[in-house]
């Protein structure tokens, strides 16, 4: 059974950075592309960044709104995505889904995890 | 960027309806579009691949069509599992964005 999820949520202040953790289990993560979706309160969804496998040379895509602010990693040896948040903002508060792209690319999202939520507040 | 809009926002309907809901993208996509289904605080579910293709697992009352910047995801005979939010997403370019999101209702 494939399985996603997320860990590192929380309470932040504007300024301040979190860590993101996403565990996979029952596939094989080396496969897939990974990504981060979020949700605002209330709101709709919003693509956040993308990793690609090795053979695509782990590279990376950030939404424009979180560009140069969060950088995505991956960490195949423990079937293990992450997320670096920097310079949080409020509106940084959301939801975040641990996300896995089907493995022919171009994908849809096939697996999603329980999301974990980010809190930018003072 | 390539903006997907959906209507309508919000869809009043009764079990048994046949229900159909539209996406439409700022610029062709070719086929490469999903539809995913989400429930109060739960993650969204995939639904529909490549405009048409139905994920497996998936009841068959849910079909979707289109290409280019046209897509429909119809729900042949709405029933009492199927009240949620509907939403479209291309994954043609990136960014990889998403419609605005679709209601449906208990009339």
């Known amino acids: 059974e494939v399985q996603l999820v997320e860990s590192g949520g929380g309470l932040v202040q504007p300024g301040g950075s979190l860590r993101l953790s996403c565990a996979a289990s029952?596939?094989?993560?080396?496969?897939?592309?990974m990504d981060w979706v979020r949700q605002a309160p209330g709101k709709g969804l919003e693509w956040v960044a993308r990793i690609r496998k090795k053979g695509n040379s782990y590279s990376t895509e950030y939404a424009a709104s979180v560009k140069g602010r969060f950088t995505i990693s991956r960490d195949d040896s423990k079937n293990s995505l992450y997320l670096q948040m920097d310079s949080l903002k409020s509106e940084d508060t959301a939801v975040y889904y641990c996300?896995?792209?089907?493995?022919?690319?171009?994908?849809?999202?096939?697996?999603w995890g329980q999301g974990t939520l980010v809190t930018v507040s003072s | 960027d390539i903006q997907m809009t959906q209507s309508p926002s919000t869809l009043s309907a009764s079990v048994g309806d046949r229900v159909t809901i539209s996406c439409r993208a700022s610029?062709?996509?070719?086929?490469?579009l999903a539809w995913y289904q989400q429930k109060p605080g739960k993650a969204p579910n995939l639904l529909i691949y490549?405009?048409?293709s139905l994920e497996s697992g998936v009841p068959s009352r849910f079909s979707g069509s289109g290409s280019g910047t046209e897509f429909t995801l119809t729900i042949s005979s709405l029933q009492p599992d199927d009240f949620a939010t509907y939403y479209c997403?291309?994954?043609?370019?990136?960014?990889?964005?998403f419609g605005g999101g679709t209601k449906v209702e208990i009339k």
């Open positions: 996300v896995r792209a089907a493995v022919v690319v171009p994908a849809a999202f096939d697996y």
């Open positions: 029952g596939f094989t993560f080396s496969d897939h592309y």
């Open positions: 610029q062709s996509i070719s086929s490469w």
């Open positions: 490549k405009a048409s």
């Open positions: 997403q291309h994954y043609n370019s990136y960014p990889l964005t």
